[in-house]
């Protein structure tokens, strides 16, 4: 269901466009269309997180194959990370309370180091049609005792649809949590550091 709500204009203002139309859409994202393309869903081992201005690009990768590939590339505003980081740790909280506590990864080797990123990428496929990725600032996410899904969700007017449907081993979530909190505290950290904008002169 969608609740539409005009927006107020603020005293003082000109009064609208007859021709143009500006709502606030509030609706839930329990309800989104799943379209065909992305129904069956991809199946990640792993994630990167880059920032890119005031958004995430999470890039959901497969390493079964050779070479390994992007299985899906998700834009997310920023403000949306404390929402999906409580959601992801609620579902843990209840999926140990069922399940008992999620099964470690083993620890990368003694001494590794995480390569360069663009080497990173100079050995992933990243097909072209994917670099743009699927957009979302919405996400929903189910378990069952093996793995997690993930249904990333645009929540536009009229009806939202989910945009990237992503599987992961329940093993890779604290993990992914892990990631994503890290990478959220650093964006947090570098927009405090930013100076406050200037304000235009008066003239």
């Not at 299985?71 to 843990?92: E, Q, S, T, W």
């Not at 993990?175 to 994503?180: H, K, P, S």
Request: net charge neutral.
């Amino acid at each position: 269901m969608s609740n539409d709500h005009p927006d107020n204009p603020e005293s003082g203002s000109q009064p609208p466009d007859p021709g143009a139309s500006s709502q606030q859409i509030q609706h839930s994202p329990t309800s989104a269309r799943v379209p065909d393309r992305v129904s069956k869903g991809v199946f990640s081992t792993g994630l990167i997180v880059l920032q890119a201005g005031s958004e995430f690009v999470f890039d959901f990768i497969q390493r079964l194959t050779r070479p390994p590939q992007v299985a899906a590339r998700v834009v997310v505003p920023a403000g949306m990370m404390p929402g999906l980081l409580n959601a992801l740790r609620d579902n843990i909280q209840r999926y140990e309370a069922v399940f008992g506590s999620i099964p470690a990864l083993a620890p990368p080797p003694a001494g590794a180091t995480p390569a360069p990123l663009d080497q990173v990428y100079s050995d992933l496929k990243l097909a072209d049609d994917m670099l743009s990725g699927s957009y979302a600032n919405a996400a929903m996410i189910s378990h069952s005792q093996a793995e997690f899904c993930v249904d990333f969700i645009t929540n536009f007017f009229p009806r939202s649809a989910v945009s990237a449907r992503v599987y992961l081993a329940a093993a890779h979530i604290p993990n992914m949590v892990q990631t994503l909190n890290h990478a959220f505290k650093q964006f947090q950290q570098r927009i405090g550091s930013q100076p406050p904008p200037q304000r235009p002169p008066e003239v």
